[in-house]
């Protein structure tokens, strides 16, 4: 891949990689003409300063559906997507093994080149899942289905220093194939090499942003106070329950530039944003749900929470505290043994931390179990989301009885909120994150959601001063 410089800058394809998408499109082609539409790509290496965020970002159309998947920490990690050459959706509770089904059908099928760059590297799948099995009714996720993974056009991969671009096109039987490379080529021709997100410009003086909750503060209180009650009666641990405020600025929130700001200000998270139509939906997430190495597979229960000190004195008192806390040990171990029970029948073993961690972010502090696995057998990253999907950090424990409880108590429609949202590849490995710390983006308008997991010491207005620490993740970004 070269970078030509100069009014336009654009990627080009050199000659040898042009005339190997040539021979995939061509093989694509007599599949498609056999067995119907067929995927076509090429991968080639970029350079590995590359920003695949602020490439996507700076490129995309508008409408177009846009991904972008960061963990900075983590060797700077960043897996970026544009445009969609294949939807992948599905409904209902079997939506995690249809998509998994149809991504696996797809990639069979598909003319490409081996991966031979980081994680991620060649044709993906990119997106997420609704928290419920249902698609969402409320009318500001429109676009963001029960279950929707997007194949793109253009996908930017980078870790360690060392990138790749994958291009990819969908084969009809009537497709000409140079006309298909032509379109490919007009496609990576059209992107810009942004060196940098956009910076994010807070709102002028005298026209800060409106902050409105949809619930009052003493409904919320009351919400948590009937749960705890629940709790109490039997049969029920455990139940998470969620709120929501809204953001009014005075101009359209860029999506880009809030996910710069959270980039650098919580490394450690998943840091993303997913981009349908006119909406975007960003999250700052401390939570692995899932990542899927071959046979290896590992995610973090996460549960219990404190607020973070500029003191380091006061900062590691807090941490001591919350590592004793009766309370937040129990909803931690919940939801570790049931992260457990859930990947026993898949693995030859699962092992845990004898004991929880700090994990630390920026604004908040929880208590965390790393969970490891091998798998028995080949299991889907995506199928794996749906074993684990919802841990008792989102839902509640038993599932079973808190689920009609969470919209009862709530009284809102969580959409993708607390919903797994993350990508696949080629061998079906990937990751996906729980889609918290998070905010949906529609214009002027933005809303936050946080959420607090209630057993039955909880005490209401404690409960509501953790859903504000949570909440700072992004409201000093969306309301200043």
Not at 3 to 28: C, I, K, M, N, S
Not at 123 to 133: D, K
Not at 148 to 177: F, I, K, Q, W
Not at 443 to 463: K, Q
């Amino acid at each position: 891949m070269e970078l030509r410089t100069g009014q336009a800058p654009a990627f080009a394809l050199r000659r040898a990689d042009r005339e190997r998408l040539a021979r995939h499109v061509e093989r694509a082609l007599r599949r498609a003409r056999r067995r119907g539409a067929a995927l076509a790509a090429v991968t080639v290496p970029v350079a590995g300063d590359v920003d695949p965020s602020a490439v996507v970002a700076a490129s995309r159309r508008p409408g177009e559906p846009w991904f972008c998947f960061e963990q900075p920490d983590r060797e700077g990690f960043a897996l970026a997507a544009l445009g969609c050459v294949q939807a992948l959706e599905a409904e209902g509770d079997g939506r995690f093994r249809a998509l998994a089904a149809d991504w696996r059908a797809l990639i069979a099928e598909a003319q490409c080149d081996p991966p031979d760059g980081p994680r991620g590297s060649g044709p993906v799948a990119v997106g997420g899942f609704g928290f419920t099995p249902q698609a969402p009714r409320a009318p500001h996720w429109a676009g963001f289905g029960a279950a929707s993974l997007h194949v793109p056009e253009v996908a930017l991969v980078r870790r360690g220093g060392e990138a790749r671009l994958t291009a990819c096109a969908l084969v009809a039987p009537d497709d000409v194939a140079d006309e298909v490379v032509g379109r490919v080529e007009a496609r990576l021709a059209s992107l810009v090499p942004a060196p940098a997100l956009a910076l994010w410009d807070p709102e002028p003086a005298g026209d800060r942003a409106r902050v409105v909750s949809t619930m009052a503060p003493e409904h919320y209180e009351a919400a948590v106070a009937r749960a705890v009650a629940r709790i109490r009666e039997g049969g029920l641990s455990k139940v998470v329950l969620a709120r929501s405020v809204e953001v009014h600025a005075a101009a359209a929130h860029d999506a880009a530039a809030v996910l710069g700001v959270l980039r650098e200000a919580f490394r450690a998270c998943h840091v993303f944003v997913v981009g349908r139509g006119e909406r975007a939906f960003v999250a700052a997430s401390p939570e692995l749900l899932v990542r899927r190495d071959g046979l290896r597979a590992g995610t973090l229960a996460l549960a219990g929470s404190t607020r973070r000190s500029a003191d380091p004195a006061v900062d590691v008192h807090l941490g001591e505290q919350l590592l004793q806390s009766p309370k937040d040990r129990e909803e931690q171990a919940i939801v570790t043994r049931r992260i457990e029970r859930a990947l026993a029948p898949h693995a030859v073993w699962v092992t845990s931390a004898e004991e929880p961690v700090l994990v630390k972010m920026a604004n908040i502090q929880h208590l965390g179990t790393p969970i490891r696995a091998q798998l028995a057998r080949p299991v889907s990253a995506i199928e794996l989301a749906g074993v684990l999907h919802p841990t008792p950090a989102v839902g509640g424990e038993p599932h079973a009885v808190a689920a009609p409880l969470i919209p009862a108590l709530e009284g809102l429609d969580r959409g993708w909120y607390a919903g797994p949202v993350g990508w696949t590849d080629l061998h079906e490995d990937g990751e996906l994150c729980v889609a918290l710390r998070c905010a949906l983006l529609e214009g002027p308008v933005a809303r936050c959601y946080a959420g607090v997991g209630v057993v039955r010491d909880s005490d209401p207005a404690a409960e509501l001063a953790e859903t504000e620490i949570k909440l700072g993740a992004l409201l000093p970004v969306l309301a200043a």
